[in-house]
Nanobody
Framework: QVQLVESGGGLVQAGGSLRLSCAAS????????VGWYRQAPGKRRELVAS??????????RYADSMKGRFTISRDNAKNTVYLQMNSLKPEDTAVYYC??????????????WGQGTQVTVSS
């Protein structure tokens, strides 16, 4: 079992920045990848960015609309994945969630959805 807790959201003006944190606990060793997702009111949840696990190297992936503005990173010592968001736009307003997946005993698992953290960008 892996538990994830999101934090770092808030209210920011357009053009501003925020850094979200996703702190993991539990069976960290079984994590394959962690992703940040977001869901705006009336819209489907969408992938923002993801990062694979690994002691030294990792692969990152971004949704096209976030490339160049958002950066996903991880701190293995703190079991935390970050999402640095720059040049924020009002359309980035959403609840942001993190989600992990991996394999344990050869069985695929996903962490499920937590409370998320609200990001509101004012124009």
């Amino acid at each position: 079992q892996v538990q994830l807790v999101e934090s770092g959201g808030g209210l920011v003006q357009a053009g501003g920045s925020l850094r979200l944190s996703c702190a993991a606990s539990g069976s960290i060793f079984s994590i394959n990848a962690v992703g940040w997702y977001r869901q705006a009111p009336g819209k489907r949840r969408e992938l923002v960015a993801s990062i694979t696990s690994g002691s030294t190297t990792s692969t990152t992936r971004y949704a096209d609309s976030m490339k160049g503005r958002f950066t996903i990173s991880r701190d293995n010592a703190k079991n935390t994945v970050y999402l640095q968001m720059n040049s924020l736009k009002p359309e980035d307003t959403a609840v942001y969630y993190c989600n992990a997946d991996g394999y344990s005993g050869g069985i695929y698992w996903t962490s499920g959805w937590g409370q998320g953290t609200q990001v509101t960008v004012s124009s």
